[in-house]
Structures are given as C-alpha cells and as structure tokens.
C-alpha cells in the first residue's frame, strides 16, 4: 500500500507544480533557484512515473530537459538532489 500512497502524493506534487508552470519555467530562464529545484524535482518525478508507467514513448524528450536543466543547476551551485524540494517553494510562483 505504501507504493500506491507514494505515486499518489507524487502526482499531487507534479500537479500543483503543473498549475504554475509557466512562471515556474519562466523564472528557470532567469536562473532562480527555487524554480530550478522545483523543475528538477517534476522533472526527475516524471520520468520515475513514466518508468513506473513503462511510458517510453516521450522519455527521450523529457531527458533532454533533465540535461539541460543538470547542466544549468551545476553553473549554479544547485545539487541535483530532488530532496531540496519544499511544496513551500510554490507560494512564490
């Protein structure tokens, strides 16, 4: 039951970020670092969905975004970790 109770909750999470996205995507342009831990965490709970889902159909896609985005986080001191991910993070978006 736990695994049905995380994959819920991970889909409540990328919802909530979904319905800020183009702010959130915005502000990754302009390098803020709340918005790029907060794309990383939707982005690496994606791809854990879709391979949980086996839905290969658009990784290539989305692990494009994943690298660019690594790459972007790295110039600026971010880690990689989606653990600095604070729903909290949203009220700002």
Do not use: C, H
Not at 7 to 35: F, G, S
Not at 52 to 66: A, C, E, P, Q, R
């Amino acid at each position: 039951m736990f695994e049905v109770v995380y994959v819920w909750d991970l889909k409540q999470q990328l919802n909530r970020i979904t319905r800020k996205l183009r702010k959130i995507e915005a502000a990754v342009e302009n390098n803020d670092n709340n918005a790029m831990v907060i794309m990383n965490f939707m982005y690496r709970g994606s791809k854990q969905l879709y391979e949980l889902d086996d839905n290969t159909i658009t990784m290539g896609s989305l692990i494009n975004k994943i690298n660019v985005l690594d790459q972007r986080m790295q110039d600026s001191g971010l880690s990689l970790s989606t653990s600095a991910y604070d729903p909290a993070m949203l009220d700002q978006f």
